[in-house]
């Protein structure tokens, strides 16, 4: 799980070092509320018609209740959006200090998941979002990631054959972005025809590098705890 802390930092953490930024006690089980206030940010589907959009915008699911490559799931039925619905932003890979790149419209919850309507920016005023919502549609960039504050989590007895190791029941959508690279093997588009083509579980996290005056991008270097 990538987590991003108040002072802006941005690590990876396992799932030990990730309770412990919650606030959950070793060894816990079941569900408690948690006392961490940072922010998760997790990789999620892209969700597209046959026609690629919708003349208002992209069809995008935002959370499923999928087993990540973490042994994570988050409940759909647990989001708390009404905040976000406020300013509903869509940023470029988690970027603060660069401006949105389109909004949401839309946000409903199934028992699938969390969905909304992404639209971009119009080109005339914003060619880089523009640009972003054209590689969408191109199939060029296709995932996306959402950002979240913890209010509630379970963890679950083992069961042999489930690989769940942490549930979020409740949780406070705080941003969602578009990025290059998901880091669960379910943050893909659907492409024409219906179906999903599967990344490698190889593949890593959204990189949230720095743009440096040369314009050179910087990796920040990951921690594990």
């Known amino acids: 799980m990538i987590l991003r802390t108040k002072n802006g930092e941005t690590v990876t953490v396992a799932r030990n070092g990730l309770l412990h930024f919650l ?7 079941g569900v408690q509320k948690v006392a961490g206030d940072v922010e998760l940010i997790a990789a999620v589907p892209i969700a597209m018609t046959e026609g690629g959009e919708f003349e208002s915008g992209y069809p995008w699911t935002l959370s499923t209740y ?3 490559r973490h042994g994570e799931r988050i409940d759909p039925m647990g989001w708390e959006y009404e905040s976000y619905m406020q300013n509903p932003v869509v940023e470029w890979a988690h970027r603060y200090d660069i401006p949105a790149i389109g909004k ?4 409903a919850i199934d028992g699938q998941g969390l ?11 914003d060619p880089f979002g523009w640009s972003i919502g054209e590689r969408v549609k191109a199939g060029v960039i296709r995932a996306g990631s959402v950002g979240f504050r913890v209010i509630e989590i379970e963890i679950p007895p083992a069961r042999d054959g ?4 942490l549930i979020f029941r409740k ?8 990025c290059n690279v998901p880091a669960n093997p379910y943050a893909l588009a659907k492409m024409a025809g ?19 005056s040369t314009g ?9 705890l």
């Not at 489930?162 to 190791?165: G, P």
């Open 194 to 212: 219906g179906e999903n083509k599967t990344l490698s579980r190889n593949w890593g996290f959204p990189h949230f590098g720095e743009i440096s």
């Open 171 to 178: 949780q406070e959508l705080l941003e969602f972005s578009i």
């Open 104 to 107: 949401i419209e839309g946000l």
């Open 162 to 165: 489930d690989e769940t190791a």
């Open 66 to 68: 999928d087993l990540d």
């Open 115 to 125: 969905h909304g309507i992404v639209k971009f920016n119009e080109k005339d005023f």
């Open 216 to 224: 050179i991008q910087e990796r920040k270097r990951w921690t594990s």
């Open 23 to 29: 606030g959950v006690e070793k060894g816990f089980e």
